[in-house]
């Protein structure tokens, strides 16, 4: 029997370590006495210079101030529970955020914390990804330091015929996280690319471990093309692909990136709880590239066409074709005829 789990968990609070670099950031001059953080924090001294020190550790810049105490100069453009957490508002998404500087593929890595126990809304962050999953075995190229990698464990109380349908919920998120942080125009593609100027910027890869009526965990795999440069996407991509920053010109901060992405993440994630799909999926029909355009649809050796009249409360592609009866699609690769 696998444990059950509360839908809705809150936010544990912040950690000392949290709450010193707030301390740190709320601060006139940057500076302060460790005596001032040791009354603030309700710690001894000793202990202020061992979370300093374990700051550093991870990367933090702190300077000792002579006479004065200690100054925070520059933290690392990492996404770490540490810099996600202070200004994230969710109530369920990023419950617990597990970051790593590399891994093999977030989604493997969820599928093990969801395993052990790991609550609804948990996400795993890498840095970098040796082993990046698309679909159908396919790679997807994780390099370090600019992009986002991101699995999200989610354990909704939904039959597994429709889990195809949090796939959207990942499409919209990623597209309004994109209008939240920069000026680009993002399009969806069915079923789990996100382009800008017709260049594929974000790929989603649902994963599900589930028997045949109950759904353990869903994995949200989300990855986003943020500061990739051009000379770091190989050739011979399956169709074209950008970056948010190669197409608006300007670096995306990673943090707010993510925090936005979290919290659209969550608010559509409440959204069809409370109220199913519908909302999700009138939204996605409004950002899809295709509704309207002929089409053609391949999977392994076999081939479909017709014109695109929708998506149905499943997420399969409602393809018009010749003779005007209606063809559902539930997976393969789309080109625009
Ligand atoms: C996808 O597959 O688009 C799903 C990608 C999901 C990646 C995330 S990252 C976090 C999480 N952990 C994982 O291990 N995966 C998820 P698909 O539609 O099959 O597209 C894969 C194809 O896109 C590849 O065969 C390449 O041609 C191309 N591609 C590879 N890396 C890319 C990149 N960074 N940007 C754009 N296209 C890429």
Same mark, same amino acid.
């Given at each position: 029997?696998?444990?059950?789990?509360?839908?809705?968990?809150?936010?544990?609070?912040?950690?000392?370590?949290?709450?010193?670099?707030?301390?740190?950031?709320?601060?006139?001059?940057?500076?302060?006495?460790?005596?001032?953080?040791?009354?603030?924090?309700?710690?001894?001294?000793?202990?202020?210079?061992?979370?300093?020190?374990?700051?550093?550790?991870?990367?933090?810049?702190?300077?000792?101030?002579?006479?004065?105490?200690?100054?925070?100069?520059? $933290?690392?453009?990492?996404?770490?529970?540490?810099?996600?957490?202070?200004?994230? =508002?969710?109530?369920?998404?990023?419950?617990?955020?597990?970051?790593?500087?590399?891994?093999?593929?977030?989604?493997?890595?969820?599928?093990?914390?969801?395993?052990?126990?790991?609550?609804?809304?948990?996400?795993?962050?890498?840095?970098?990804?040796?082993?990046?999953?698309?679909?159908?075995?396919?790679?997807?190229?994780?390099?370090?330091?600019?992009?986002?990698?991101? =699995?999200?464990?989610?354990?909704?109380?939904?039959?597994?015929?429709?889990?195809?349908?949090?796939?959207?919920?990942?499409?919209?998120?990623?597209?309004?996280?994109?209008?939240?942080?920069?000026?680009?125009?993002?399009?969806?593609?069915?079923?789990?690319?996100?382009?800008?100027?017709?260049?594929?910027?974000?790929?989603?890869?649902?994963?599900?471990?589930?028997?045949?009526?109950?759904?353990?965990?869903?994995?949200?795999?989300?990855?986003?093309?943020?500061?990739?440069?051009?000379?770091?996407?190989?050739?011979?991509?399956?169709?074209? $692909?950008?970056?948010?920053?190669?197409?608006?010109?300007?670096?995306?901060?990673?943090?707010?990136?993510?925090?936005?992405?979290?919290?659209?993440?969550?608010?559509?994630?409440?959204?069809?709880?409370?109220?199913?799909?519908?909302?999700?999926?009138?939204?996605?029909?409004?950002? =899809?590239?295709?509704?309207?355009?002929?089409?053609?649809?391949?999977?392994?050796?076999?081939?479909?066409?017709?014109?695109?009249?929708?998506?149905?409360?499943?997420?399969?592609?409602?393809?018009?074709?010749?003779?005007?009866?209606?063809?559902?699609?539930?997976?393969?690769?789309?080109?625009?005829?």
């Amino acid at each position: 029997m696998r444990k059950a789990f509360s839908s809705r968990i809150a936010r544990s609070e912040p950690t000392l370590e949290q709450r010193l670099l707030l301390l740190f950031r709320g601060s006139d001059d940057g500076i302060l006495s460790g005596e001032s953080i040791g009354s603030f924090l309700n710690i001894s001294r000793t202990a202020v210079w061992k979370h300093v020190k374990r700051l550093r550790d991870k990367g933090y810049r702190i300077d000792a101030v002579p006479a004065r105490g200690y100054r925070l100069v520059a $933290a690392p453009d990492a996404l770490t529970e540490n810099e996600l957490a202070p200004g994230l =508002s969710t109530t369920r998404i990023g419950c617990r955020i597990v970051s790593v500087p590399a891994t093999g593929s977030t989604n493997q890595l969820a599928f093990q914390l969801a395993d052990e126990g790991a609550a609804d809304g948990t996400v795993v962050i890498a840095d970098t990804q040796t082993g990046g999953r698309g679909r159908l075995g396919r790679r997807w190229e994780s390099p370090p330091g600019v992009n986002l990698y991101c =699995s999200v464990i989610i354990r909704p109380p939904i039959p597994p015929l429709h889990a195809p349908q949090l796939t959207f919920l990942s499409a919209v998120a990623v597209s309004r996280a994109i209008e939240a942080t920069t000026r680009l125009r993002p399009r969806i593609k069915w079923p789990n690319d996100v382009l800008v100027n017709d260049r594929k910027v974000a790929g989603l890869l649902n994963e599900m471990n589930a028997e045949t009526d109950t759904i353990h965990c869903v994995v949200l795999g989300i990855g986003v093309n943020l500061n990739m440069e051009r000379s770091q996407f190989p050739d011979g991509l399956r169709q074209p $692909a950008s970056s948010l920053f190669l197409e608006s010109g300007a670096a995306v901060d990673r943090r707010e990136f993510t925090r936005a992405l979290l919290a659209e993440l969550d608010a559509l994630y409440d959204g069809f709880l409370r109220n199913g799909f519908g909302e999700t999926r009138d939204e996605w029909l409004a950002r =899809s590239m295709l509704v309207g355009k002929r089409v053609s649809v391949s999977f392994g050796e076999s081939e479909t066409s017709g014109e695109v009249g929708g998506i149905d409360a499943d997420g399969a592609l409602l393809l018009r074709r010749g003779d005007g009866s209606i063809e559902r699609v539930l997976a393969g690769d789309v080109a625009i005829l």
